[in-house]
């Protein structure tokens, strides 16, 4: 199978910033707006080098998106940066009312996304915020897998007219994508071709699915595995493609069960291939305290846990 | 421009709209819109430096208006239309299916002149700084407008903006508030008492303007003139509006039921014999 190395460990929110500074270079129209979290969400770089271009809206959210909806009527490009807890579910209305419905060019930057934010426990750790993004009419949501990909996802998102979600992680991950790749928004990507099952992974859990792959392999499994970097638009094409090949699922996300990948893959394969499936996801709870490693274990988000799913998928094949 | 009596002409005429409208659709908020049908009025037709004949989204080099409180949509509508932006006639579909006039603002269904969904409370303001921060950026020293509601002032993210907008020094800015006392389960005084509002705002580092009545047209172009003169000084400016919910249809004036409730077919009649067709109904 294809293999890949880790080349580091990096913060997926780095990468936005990094993309963040690069998009700035090439569009002046592009402005971001932070709520008092400018080096939590990597926006200080930007900060620094556009410092007419950056606007700190202290500890008030709603606000921002408000603002931010303002803004793109001017012409500009507001990226909104905070932690995806409260960029998203604490400003839902503000985002659907001016954002999707009113239809803007706005890009919602969630870091600290997802179980891995580890010890500030589940206040903060967001699991129900794909769904949220999803299920608003006009909205393009994005879960890069490592800090390369999240870098090409927001010069991908600045390009993209209308509102976008980007779903980033606090904690350093492994970097295994390369560097210059560019991002097509709403085109799956395959990482490993396969012939047995097909695992479908977005962010932090590309690479466990990856490792999950190569598990497999050394059973005589061939498993092939799908980066769902963008869950909408959803890629149903190549979902439903590859599930025709493999007639078995497993989903893999960082999520709550409810409302994310598992379901986007489920709508489209109950509609246009019903195939047996398995959730990698946490089911129905909160997070609670403890390192990223911990979490991601405790909670049954890793490669084993993945392969574990895939037996149990395999074994359900008809 | 026009004169203040032939602004208080058109009023009259909107008022007929409203009532029209919201008896036709058995829907929609008729007692705000009657409220605030002159300043509405002065601001369509004298106030905004804008051009209903090349609207665009952007706005550049032009004023921008953005109504909070999106469920005045009558008054809205009509002062919209009667300004041109679109034929009047279309004043008969509101609120039936495949409208452009939407029960709420829309900028789905491409009505021109709205360029934000309103009604979901408290938001606009954070709508009209962004506008504002985004004229100042391209160098249009045009001015951004808002209108909210009394009651919506109960919406936390009002407080949000009114922070931010004075601690930013966004001094192209003119908010006005709908002061009538009356919210939908009462007057504001029985359902959340809104103190000072003159103390509160300046507080929050604002000029304050305040139309003792904002259904005396001329005191309406008197206090926006005012408030016009007085941006551009480092501070945002806030209108306090007093207005009378209902005001035009005795009886109808200061009864918080017309906040969401529209007159029968019946009492439709008696509404309109106190307002003159000034301009010919849709």
Known sequence: MTHYEIKSQKELRSGMGEGLIETGRRNPDVVALSADVKGSVKMDGFAKEFPDRFIQCGIAEANMVGIAAGLSLCGKVPFVGGFAEFVTGRVYDQIRQVLCYSNKNVKICGSHAGISLGEDGATHQTMEDIALMRALPNMTVLVPADFNQAKAATLAAAEHVGPVYLRLGRSKMPCFLPDNEPFTIGKAQLLNEGSDITLFACGHLVWEALQAAEMLEKEGISAEVINIHTIKPLDVDAIVASARKTRAVVTCEEHLFNGGLGDSVAQALALHCPTPMEYVAVDDRFGESGTPDEMLTNYHLRAADIVEKAHKVIKRKA | ?282
């Open chain 2, 1 to 282: 421009m026009k004169t203040t009596q032939e602004l208080q002409t058109i009023a009259t005429q909107v008022r007929r709209d409203i009532l029209r409208m919201t008896t036709a659709a058995k829907s929609g908020h008729p007692g705000g819109s009657l409220g605030t049908a002159d300043w509405m009025t002065a601001m369509q037709f004298n106030i905004l430096d804008h051009d209903p004949d090349h609207f665009t989204m952007d706005g550049n080099g032009q004023d921008m208006l953005f109504v909070s409180q999106g469920h005045i949509t009558p008054v809205i509508y009509s002062t919209m239309a009667r300004r041109g932006f679109f034929p009047i006639s279309e004043l008969k579909t509101f609120r039936q299916f495949g409208t452009r006039l939407q029960g709420h603002p829309s900028t789905e269904h491409g009505l021109p002149g709205i360029r934000m969904a309103s009604g979901s409370l408290g938001q606009g303001m954070s709508v009209g700084i962004g506008a504002a921060l985004g004229k100042k950026m391209t160098g249009d020293n045009h001015l951004v407008y808002t209108l909210h509601g009394d009651g919506e002032l109960q919406e936390g993210q009002i407080w949000e903006a009114v922070m931010f907008a004075g601690a930013k020094h966004v001094d192209n800015l003119i908010a006005t508030i709908d002061y009538n006392h009356q919210q939908i389960d009462g007057t504001t005084m029985q359902v959340m008492d809104l103190g000072d509002l003159r103390a509160k705002f300046e507080s929050f580092m604002w000029t304050v303007v305040v139309i003792d009545n904002g259904n005396d047209m001329q005191q309406v172009l008197d206090g926006m003139a005012r408030a016009k003169s007085l941006t551009g000084q480092g501070k945002p400016v806030v209108v306090i509006l007093t207005t009378e919910m209902g005001y035009g249809v005795d009886f109808m004036q200061g009864i918080n039921k017309y906040h969401g409730s529209v007159l029968s077919a019946d009492d439709l009649p008696k509404a309109l014999a106190q307002l003159e067709e000034t301009l010919g109904d849709f």
